[in-house]
C-alpha cells in the first residue's frame, strides 16, 4: 500500500533556529497538506499545496512558514524562527486518506 | 466556518460491550465526514467515511444530517480497538480536500 513518510520523526531545535520537515507524498495525487496538533489539542489544517503552489493556508501559517516541493518528490515545511508554540507534531498528507507517521517538533 | 465536536475526551468501554463514539458538526453546506483511528505510536488512518456507508473492523457511523451528528458505533468492542479516533469534516473546494478534526475522544477497551 502506498504511503506517505515524513522525516525526521523527531526534531529538537532552539528558539530562533530555522527547521525543514521533509515528506515525501504519494506520487501520483495531486494535493498535499500540513497539518500540526499541539499537545493535548486537536488536529489543525496549515496549509494546502497544489501545483507547486499554495491552494489554501490557515491563519496559523503567517510569514514564517513557507512550503514548497523542490525536486517533484519531497514536500517540505519551512519555519523560519521557531518559537517555543511551534512545539507540536507535525504531519504531512497526501489526500484525505493518507498521512505521514508525524515529525514531533520541540523547541527549547 | 465549520467546526468538529466531540464531547468526549475519554471514554472507557468493557471488551463486548457496545461503543458509541459522539461527533456533532456545524457546516452551512453538505460535508462529507470521516473517522480516523490513530493506534499508539502510529499515523492517523483513515477509518471510515460517510459517502462509503461501509463497516471497518466492525464500525460503523451513520450520518445524520437533522441531529448534525456522525456518531462511531461498534456492537462488540474489542481490545485491539483502544486508540485515539477523530472525527473529521471535510469540504472540497475544487479539488482542495482540507480537513477539519474534532479534538478526538480516547477509548481505553477495559479487558
Known amino acids: 500500500e502506498p504511503e506517505v513518510t515524513q522525516t525526521p520523526s523527531h526534531q529538537v531545535t532552539q528558539m530562533g533556529q530555522e527547521v525543514i520537515l521533509r515528506c515525501v507524498p504519494i506520487?501520483?495525487?495531486?494535493?498535499f497538506y500540513w497539518y500540526r496538533q499541539i499537545l493535548g489539542q486537536k488536529v489543525e489544517f496549515l496549509v494546502s499545496f497544489y501545483n507547486n503552489e499554495i491552494s489554501e493556508k490557515s491563519e496559523i501559517f503567517d510569514d514564517q512558514f513557507s512550503v514548497e516541493r523542490p525536486d517533484g518528490s519531497n514536500f517540505t515545511l519551512k519555519i523560519r524562527s521557531t518559537k517555543l508554540e511551534d512545539s507540536a507534531m507535525y504531519f504531512c498528507?497526501?489526500?484525505?486518506?493518507?498521512f505521514g507517521q508525524g515529525t514531533r517538533l520541540t523547541v527549547v | 466556518a465549520q467546526r468538529v465536536t466531540q464531547p468526549e475526551k475519554l471514554l472507557s468501554v468493557f471488551k463486548g460491550a457496545p461503543v458509541e463514539l459522539k461527533c456533532n458538526y456545524s457546516?452551512?453546506?453538505?460535508?462529507?465526514l470521516f473517522w480516523y483511528v490513530q493506534y499508539s505510536r502510529q499515523r492517523l488512518q483513515l477509518l471510515l467515511r460517510?459517502?462509503s456507508r461501509e463497516s471497518i473492523k466492525g464500525f460503523t457511523a451513520d450520518l445524520n444530517k437533522g441531529e448534525t451528528s456522525f456518531h462511531l458505533k461498534k456492537p462488540f468492542a474489542q481490545e485491539e480497538d483502544s486508540a485515539m479516533y477523530y472525527c473529521a469534516l471535510r469540504v472540497s473546494n475544487f479539488g482542495n480536500e482540507k480537513l477539519t478534526f474534532g479534538t478526538g475522544t480516547r477509548l481505553t477497551i477495559i479487558p
Open positions: 460517510h459517502i
Open positions: 457546516y452551512s453546506g453538505s460535508p462529507e
Open positions: 506520487s501520483n495525487h495531486l494535493y
Open positions: 498528507a497526501s489526500s484525505s486518506a493518507f
